[in-house]
């Protein structure tokens, strides 16, 4: 019996009573009744023995999951409520070592792997059907170093985490504007946030990252270590490997900003976006603004401007003057606020689980045919609520050449994100169908997507989205994961393991 087992054994015996409290390991909580048929990563069936899973599960110390284990469920949902994926087996790991074990296991089982963070993936990537789920939900904890101005932050943390510990103690990065989103995967595809245009996006902000690749090392990569590896990273999205932690650089903030929404009729739409249009070209860094268009179910609609300074308040009073008298507004909701706040505000309307389809396009500006074209499409339906947004962007995110990091959209003025969702699966299709036509007859104004956005892309539309950076993420995929491990992304297939590259199942 090997030592592992031996111990496990006889604390689950005799010497359990001596540690009263003691969690057993997974294996000991894991009923395998039967061997367990699989889907390897291109698509095909395996079988896999219950010994064999057994000792998977004997190997991690988070728990191992299987159809019909209690959390099962719970653990496989995503966001995107389109999804109900099922995994053969989800391994929801406690650290880097069952990160470890568990890609070695993939890829010695040539499984299908989906690799979880905050569960946000718009094309529900992060679970997988029948094949090996890693979710890093367990593994949230953030450390700050508050002399250093660093944060260290577990792979699965969600944006709440890390702007919680940070925020206390009058430090912050840019972050996302959903607190419910997953630091890891907003951070490898970019990161965009209230804070971007003053400190540049998430991933201009690591400082290093741990991985686990495909072959089972624990890496570290940053611009000393693995330097290459870490330029990936950084707008490569989950392509070569699972991020076990991040390390982030912090910035001194006041906490207290000017901020809010603005919301004019939606008749007054074309006008607004236009305003808007010319008001960003003179914006500060300080300032981060969005257009957005809603249209409800019962026939209402809206179009808002979300303002956030986060300089100098009377400064900032000076420099919003333009957008505070502008127009009618219905409601005038830009004040002195909480940034932690403002954080938190959009998670109830995005809630987890809703149905949705989203498209994303990066824009130069938004001229009047553009506008036009938004604003006539936008026809209230019964079956869905539907949002257009045009965040700003620019600033700090353009201090960089396009191929200081993988990222390669540092030319969009504004991210256009077309958006429906919905409860009723029966509208599924015609929402979907909606999605497709709206954004196909604005597409000609946007020039490539933000990664992070993936919904329904082609291979070919994906690998062009890398644009001048993709050469030298493609010889990245060859040198790292030349199989393919890591596919359920927005995926750089290798050309190095040529015989097993297909996009396999998901
Ligand atoms: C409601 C909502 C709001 C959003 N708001 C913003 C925003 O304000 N700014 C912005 O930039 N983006 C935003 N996004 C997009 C978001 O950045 C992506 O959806 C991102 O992939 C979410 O990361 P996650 O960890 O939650 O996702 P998951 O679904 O868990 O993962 C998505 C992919 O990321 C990879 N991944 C995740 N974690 C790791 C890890 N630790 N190691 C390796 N790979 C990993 C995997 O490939 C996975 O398939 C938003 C998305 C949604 C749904």
Not at 84 to 89: E, F, I, S, V
Not at 326 to 355: C, E
Request: some cysteine; aromatic content about 8%; overall charge neutral.
């Amino acid at each position: 019996m090997k030592r592992r087992h031996f111990i496990k054994a006889s604390l689950a015996t005799g010497g359990m009573a001596a540690f009263p409290g003691l969690i057993l390991g997974a294996a000991n909580r894991l009923r395998v009744g039967s061997d367990v048929a699989a889907i390897t990563s291109n698509g095909g069936e395996t079988t896999l023995a219950r010994g064999l899973i057994r000792d998977f599960a004997d190997s991690l110390n988070g728990p191992l999951l299987l159809p019909g284990t209690d959390g099962y469920d719970a653990a496989r949902a995503l966001w995107n409520g389109m999804f109900d994926r099922k995994p053969a087996l989800i391994a929801e790991c406690s650290g880097a070592a069952d990160v470890v074990h568990a890609v070695n296991f993939a890829r010695e089982n040539n499984l299908l792997l989906a690799v979880r963070g905050g569960g946000h993936s718009i094309a529900g990537k992060s679970a997988c059907e029948g094949g090996l789920m890693i979710s890093l939900k367990r593994m949230n904890g953030v450390r700050v170093d508050r002399q250093r101005r660093r944060a260290r932050v577990a792979g699965g943390a969600v944006l709440r985490d890390l702007d919680h510990e940070t925020i206390a103690l009058g430090l912050a990065t840019t972050s996302g504007t959903v607190s419910h989103t997953g630091a890891g995967g907003l951070t490898l595809g970019g990161g965009i946030g209230r804070l971007c245009r003053q400190h540049g996006l998430t991933s201009d902000n690591l400082i290093s990252a741990d991985i686990v690749t495909a072959d089972g090392r624990y890496l570290r990569a940053s611009e000393q270590e693995n330097a290459e590896l870490f330029w990936g990273l950084r707008g490569g999205g989950g392509n070569f490997g699972v991020a076990t932690s991040f390390e982030y650089q912090l910035h001194p903030f006041a906490n207290e900003v000017l901020g809010g929404v603005i919301l004019h009729p939606l008749e007054r739409a074309s006008e607004v976006l236009k305003f808007v249009n010319d008001f960003s070209r003179q914006a500060h860094r300080e300032l981060s603004l969005s257009a957005n268009l809603l249209a409800m179910p019962n026939g209402r609609g809206f179009v808002s401007i979300s303002a956030t300074y986060s300089g100098d308040l009377r400064k900032g009073e000076r420099h919003l003057a333009p957008l505070i008298n502008y127009g009618k507004p219905i409601r005038m909701g830009l004040q002195r606020t909480l940034y932690s706040r403002l954080q938190v505000s959009n998670d109830r309307v995005l809630a987890y689980g809703r149905k949705y389809y989203m498209k994303s396009g990066f824009v130069p500006e938004i001229s009047a045919g553009f506008a036009n074209e938004l604003v006539q499409r936008l026809e209230p339906s019964s079956q869905r609520e539907m949002v257009i947004v045009l965040t700003q962007l620019g600033g700090a995110i353009r201090d960089l050449p396009d191929d200081a990091t993988a990222y390669a959209h540092r030319y969009g003025e504004f991210d256009l994100m077309v958006g429906a969702a919905w409860d009723d699966p029966g509208h599924s299709q015609d929402n979907v169908a909606w999605g497709r036509d709206y954004f196909g007859a604005v597409q000609e104004y946007t020039e490539g997507f933000y990664t992070n956005s993936l919904m329904d892309e082609s291979a070919t539309h994906i690998n062009a989205n890398y644009r001048g950076n993709y050469p030298r993420l493609l010889a990245l995929k060859n040198t790292w994961d030349p199989h393919n491990l890591f596919r359920l992304n927005a995926n750089i297939a290798p050309t190095a393991g040529a015989g097993e590259v297909t996009q396999g199942a998901g």
